[in-house]
């Protein structure tokens, strides 16, 4: 099983939707995790991160349940920029290497 | 301040020939990456350099090499290229106390005929 799993969409919403991915993983003893953002051929970028006691920024919310081993990513109020790759992030083993799930696609239309 | 650069942007190389890219950090970090990227397969590490003078490898180390030549640069290598390492390549950098920001550069386009 892969450390972080998520499903790849496309989640096609129109622009004022809310819109929620989910993302599971394996490592029941992780304590972080993160959501990256991606742009169409351009590099990753940390959006936000997720400890126990969630995490909003705007009309962004990432909450991690450890009952059920998955995190979520909830955006209110989709714009036409928030279109990316979203990648799921889980810290792997020791140092200060990261897991990057293969990402789910959001396209936000008119 | 530039943070992550990377060199070159696009490459085309043919079946064994060898090459190296450039990566280059000014943001004083301890910890340099590399990372492939192919369709549905996400983010792999290549390998990854925790401070200078030390390197290890990640998930795909082989048919590449790396050398952590002062703080600010990490270049990976490629001996003999293969088609199957036809990718886009990333490279990051993060502080220790925050190692769950890593800050990518633009990345490399590689196509190996």
Redo the contacts between chains.
């Keep these: 099983r892969k450390e972080v799993e998520q499903d790849?969409g496309p989640f096609n919403v129109p622009e004022g939707a809310t819109v929620a991915f989910n993302c599971t993983y394996s490592n029941s003893a992780s304590q972080?995790f993160?959501w990256y953002r991606q742009d169409c051929r351009?590099?990753?970028?940390?959006l936000m991160?997720v400890y126990s006691s969630g995490n909003e920024d705007g009309r962004f919310t990432a909450q991690l349940n450890r009952a059920s081993q998955y995190i979520s990513l909830l955006i209110r109020d989709s714009k036409l920029s928030d279109s990316a790759t979203y990648?799921c992030?889980s810290?792997t083993g020791g140092?200060?290497?990261?897991?990057?799930?293969?990402?789910t696609q959001l396209k936000v239309e008119l | 301040n530039a943070g992550v650069t990377q060199t070159p942007k696009f490459q085309v190389l043919k079946t064994g020939q060898s090459m190296t890219l450039q990566c280059a950090q000014d943001m004083n970090h301890n910890s340099m990456y590399w990372y492939r990227q192919d369709p549905g397969m996400g983010l792999r590490l290549i390998y990854y350099s925790a401070s200078e003078g030390t390197t290890d490898k990640g998930e795909v180390p082989n048919g590449y090499n790396v050398s952590r030549l002062n703080k600010r640069e990490f270049s990976l290598r490629l001996e003999s290229a293969a088609p199957s390492q036809t990718s886009v390549y990333f490279c990051a950098s993060s502080a220790p106390w925050g190692a769950e920001t890593q800050y990518f550069g633009p990345g490399t386009r590689l196509l190996v005929l």
């Design positions: 790849p972080s993160f351009k590099e990753p970028k940390l991160s990648l992030v810290p140092g200060n290497k990261l897991t990057f799930g293969t990402g």
